[in-house]
């Protein structure tokens, strides 16, 4: 009996449908998704009939994969993407060292003219093996034989290496095999699934059983309308003054009120300035790389040290990360321990001698720090220091494996950093970094027998670093802010939608990218292989107003420079005039432009300002020799 499937874009009804079932569970895109859910179930009493639900009823897709579809392989372990990365390098090296004999393994996905510079082409590679399997399954079914082209020869080449690779080490690649929906009693209700990118690996066997319900957007053929604002300044200014009119006409309060933009890292410095400006209580549901973070950071300056043989910048940035606190004197070498001094000194000297960066000399390389501070005989504690702290980041960028680099690192800490002075935020940086560290040297133990060549372990740790990202726990008290996809299920009473251009709205799956288009069509892969676009179904999900309102808009000279409204969104025409009217009435609530007319024109005292403002003007005053001006001014 095949699975029941609803075309409806009116998530509450079915909640309200299936709640009442103890055996159900509902299958979201992301966590946010379920956690707004299941709250707008226990707050809806009248609708829901339920007063509390399980959370484990609400459950995201990445979760119900791993708990209940599973793709597995007897007696074998899923291959980690770590291990994958590391076989992927391996097969580098080894295409290296057989280029330099003249029999390179690939012929054109690594041209042998760069074969001993392709160790960036690594996650590249990695990336190829998942889609591998139904690449392979295509070729023996529609290529023509024999086959001459060397392209497909070295994809053949790589499919067969890493299926030896995998039955070697009793490993599988889980989109290798077939899944299997393994809980029979339990009903899943599986929301919108055609936004999700893997959602055609696993199609069949959801659609053949019973127990599961498909949730489908409708065919619609109403547009959701876009707000054009002349520039991305105006838009955020006016899309924060309309966040302050809902909460200050009493139509939702801050937590009822979310933003998602589509190139956040772009816009995010923006964002929070004017969210700050404005007195919007704010919180950024997104995080930042590990390696990006302020204590995080330290181990790419480490790098960066190494890397540009302790040139005066890089040791600069290091010395002067805040987020690390180095050592001070202690009893035992009040001068030689204190590295807080130190490192003051040192960056002070090699800005005198202008130690820039290393030099030749009669065919030698001049460490330009050793040269210059050994001349200088009131400098031979910083000359030590240099010494001390270049050999310890040697050590640890030059050790061969992750186990290495840890103990390297547990030794740089011991020596210059006053543990206990961590800040909490950056202890619990640090120590995510270090976890991530000793996973890759639990999974590099592992598979010693594999013989995975990791040339460069510090570097590939760093690699690991920037794709992990980072977010604090934080106290959800004001808006939130996605980034754009993230919360298109979720449900809010009011959702913004800024910088809704073209570029950015499109969303395409490809997981056969790196074939050609001619290659695609000669092995009759289409898009039901691949998610093709579907940009337009998360802009209908985003305008689906699950019990509340969206509202898209875009500024024609964005930051990133001339931009045009997505195709699927129909620009304000009808009512402009209304626009028109709305932003003059918020032009007037605005207190920020009030002060600055205030200050350039004279005339009426603004209504209210904010304590900063409020602040300000007060110094202002008491600045003033005699007379003073009366005002009563409210503080926001």
Known sequence: MPCKKIISSNIADVLCTYLASANSVFVFAADIACDTWSDWAVQNVEKTGVFAVALEKFIAWDTFKSAYLHASSKEKSAVPSPVRKMFALSLIEENARKARSGSPLFHRIISPKYADSAISFGDWLAQLLPPLKVWHEHYVRFSSQPDTDEENLDYLLLYERYSSFLEKNNLFEQSWTSPLLTDTHTQFVIFYPEILEDFHEYRAVLEEAPNAVIVSLPEKDDMPRVVKYADSRSELRYTVLKIRALVERGRAEWTDIAVSVPDLQTFRPYIERELKNYCVPFVIRS???????????????????????????????????????????????????????????????????????????????????????????????????????????????????????????????????????????????????????????????????????????????????????????????????????????????FHFVIDSSQKNLTVQYKRFEFLSRAKRNALHIDSSLEGGDVSTLFIRLYAAEFGGKTEFSYGEQSFQGFAVAHNALKLISDDAKDEAAFRKTLDDSDFIKGEAQFFLYGGALPSRLTRRQKKAFENWQRALPDEKPECALSED
Request: charged residues 25%; glycine residues 4%.
């Open 287 to 493: 995080g930042l790389p590990l390696a990006a973070n302020g204590a995080g950071a330290i181990f790419r300056q480490i790098q960066d040290c190494y890397s540009s043989d302790f040139s005066f910048e890089a040791v600069r940035t290091l010395l002067q990360n805040e987020y690390v606190p180095w050592k001070g004197a202690d009893d035992a070498a009040p001068a030689a321990g204190n590295f807080r001094v130190l490192k003051e000194n040192l960056i002070r000297e090699g800005s005198r001698m202008r130690c820039l960066c290393p030099y030749y000399e009669d065919g030698k390389k001049i460490d330009v720090w050793e040269a210059s501070l050994k001349n200088d005989a009131h400098s031979q504690l910083e000359l030590n220091f240099y010494r001390s702290l270049k050999e310890d980041i040697t050590r640890m960028c030059c050790a061969k494996t992750f186990d290495g680099i840890r103990s390297a690192w547990f030794e740089f800490k011991e020596r210059y950093i006053e543990e206990s002075a961590f800040s909490s935020e950056a202890d619990k940086i640090i120590s995510r970094c270090i976890t991530e560290l000793s996973a890759l040297a639990d999974i590099q133990q592992s598979y010693t027998s594999a013989k995975l060549e990791v040339l460069d372990p510090f570097g590939f740790f760093l690699r690991e670093l920037a794709a992990k990202n980072y977010r604090p726990q934080e106290k959800l008290d004001g808006i939130s802010v996605f980034p754009y996809r993230l919360a298109a299920q979720a449900q809010f009473a």
